[in-house]
């Protein structure tokens, strides 16, 4: 059964890190593209961040982009959003997400399929 299951999310001060992770299960992170999305309370789901099966890291996001790193480790089948200098605007429910195929895209009709999502919450 597939499965994609976030861990790592929390209460976090603003600057801090936090590194989300990805479990995946019943399919390789070796065959397909992996992403994260997130959604912010009252704002719409957003593409932030994918990994293709090439190893091409996309950020889609620019206020992310040099705060935020995508990775993976294949031989735990685990993918991992590492984000620093954490704002507020970064508070959000993050979601791990796998395309229909190797390609990256920040389109929400791209995803095949999607986990639970994880709260990252940015406060004082």
């Known amino acids: 059964q597939l499965q994609l299951v976030e861990s790592g999310g929390g209460l976090v001060q603003p600057g801090g890190s936090l590194t989300l992770s990805c479990k995946a299960s019943?399919?390789?992170?070796?065959?397909?593209?992996i992403g994260w999305f997130r959604q912010a309370p009252g704002k719409e789901r957003e593409g932030v961040s994918c990994?293709?099966?090439?190893?091409?890291?996309?950020y889609y996001i620019d206020s992310v982009k040099g705060r935020f790193t995508i990775s993976k480790d294949p031989a735990k089948n685990t993918m991992y959003l590492q984000m620093n200098n954490l704002t507020f605007e970064d508070t959000a429910t993050y979601y791990c997400t796998r395309p229909y195929g190797p390609i990256c895209s920040d389109q929400l009709r791209s995803v095949e399929h999607w986990g639970k999502g994880i709260l990252v919450t940015v406060s004082s």
């Open positions: 990994l293709s099966t090439y190893g091409r890291k996309l």
């Open positions: 019943g399919f390789s992170l070796n065959n397909y593209a």
